[in-house]
């Protein structure tokens, strides 16, 4: 893909993190707590919720954007 081609795509912050939500929900997701796979997305904070222990984990939590503060669309860009 592009620099044109990704501007099209990703417009926004937003767009790159429903994005990376879409790609983990795929994946799946699980608690680093319990180890749980069952989870509530709670879209007021961009987070999931274990439905077993309630522990919340973000999108980042487990990568390598973990301890970043850079913007998804920054980091969308990098790669």
Do not use: P
């Not at 007021?44 to 503060?69: D, F, H, V």
């Amino acid at each position: 893909m592009d620099i044109f081609s990704f501007t099209v795509h990703f417009t926004d912050e937003e767009s790159c993190r429903l994005h990376y939500k879409a790609q983990r929900d795929k994946e799946g997701v699980t608690c680093n707590r319990c180890g749980g796979t069952s989870h509530y997305w709670l879209k007021n904070k961009w987070a999931y919720q274990c439905k077993s222990c309630e522990a919340r984990q973000t999108l980042r939590s487990g990568t390598i954007m973990e301890n970043s503060n850079l913007s998804f669309l920054i980091w969308y860009k990098t790669i």
